[in-house]
């Protein structure tokens, strides 16, 4: 006859303290958001073009325009001086806001504002889009709708829409592709 004295552990959860004291490492969660690009949802969820967006900056006026940067900030500084140079004899001067991925123009007048309007810019034969500026104000929100497991795009695009427009004038619903 075998006696059988094993006691039998149950495994549990390791306590904070032993967490930082064992000086684990917690997994890496970040998700490489350079793959990622936007993507308007306006036209597949409600069959017409997006109104024209416009770029919220500080010091907005009359003769700013933005354009992003998001696809070519490894190489910002050839992607600046490529878009400078296309403008010619178009006087202009340049900020670049690192944290929002935005390059903004600002011209010396409207003559000036309206020729740089209508160039075809281009970058690496990719059309650079130009957006008109408008300060930061109670006019414009942007809202950003964290993404959960179990919804899709097109339902929390559908809802968010609905809701919104409610409350105001929906320019664009864009989503992470």
Not at 114 to 136: D, G, R, S
Not at 157 to 162: G, I, T
Request: charged share 30%; aromatic share 10%.
């Amino acid at each position: 006859m075998e006696n059988n004295n094993t006691i039998i552990h149950k495994e549990q959860s390791p306590s904070w303290a032993n967490v930082i004291s064992s000086r684990v490492k917690p997994p890496d969660a970040k998700k490489n958001i350079e793959k990622f690009i936007p993507v308007s949802l306006f036209k597949m969820t409600f069959g017409s073009e997006p109104k024209q967006r416009k770029i919220a900056c500080l010091g907005e006026t009359s003769l700013k325009l933005g354009l992003s940067t998001r696809d070519f900030e490894q190489n910002i500084k050839d992607f600046v001086e490529n878009i400078l140079i296309q403008f010619g004899e178009i006087q202009t001067c340049f900020e670049i806001d690192i944290r929002r991925k935005i390059l903004f123009l600002k011209f010396i007048n409207k003559i000036d504002l309206e020729k740089a309007k209508n160039k075809k810019i281009t970058y690496k034969e990719k059309k650079i889009e130009l957006f008109e500026t408008t300060e930061y104000s109670e006019e414009f929100k942007s809202i950003t709708i964290p993404s959960y497991s179990g919804l899709s795009v097109w339902e929390v695009a559908q809802k968010a829409y609905d809701e919104l427009s409610k409350v105001g004038e929906v320019l664009d619903i864009t989503a992470l592709k």
